[in-house]
């Protein structure tokens, strides 16, 4: 099985800067894919960013001159630096990771619980 622990978020002002952490765990054989999503209240989850093994990295429009994610493979984490926040970036953030478990030849998504970001003034 596959354990993400996130941590980070939080109540920020208007042009702040906020970093969100998430770190994979268990039957993992490789990991393919590491990223993170958001839901606004009243709106459906959308990408906000993601990193591959080969460390290409997509990000969404609205946020691809302010944010940038990263990655540390040996401790198999995901980061997110959040700067010049804006009102609209409040969501609740997601912490998505496709692995290949041991043992397996296919990937599995697993998803965090969420960490609620608050860009407020």
């Known amino acids: 099985q596959v354990q993400l622990v996130e941590s980070g978020g939080g109540l920020v002002q208007p042009g702040g800067s906020l970093r969100l952490s998430c770190a994979a765990s268990?039957?993992?054989?490789?990991?393919?894919?590491m990223g993170w999503y958001r839901q606004a209240p009243g709106k459906q989850r959308e990408l906000v960013a993601t990193?591959?093994?080969?460390?290409?990295?997509t990000f969404a429009n609205s946020v691809k001159d302010r944010f940038t994610i990263s990655r540390d493979n040996a401790k198999n984490t995901v980061y997110l630096q959040i700067n010049s926040l804006k009102p609209e970036d409040t969501a609740v953030y997601y912490c998505?990771?496709?692995?290949?478990?041991?043992?397996?030849?296919?990937?599995?998504?697993?998803w965090g619980q969420g960490r609620q970001v608050t860009v407020s003034s």
């Open positions: 990193v591959t093994s080969g460390d290409s990295t």
């Open positions: 998505n990771v496709r692995v290949r478990l041991r043992g397996t030849f296919y990937d599995v998504d697993s």
């Open positions: 268990g039957s993992i054989f490789s990991i393919n894919a």
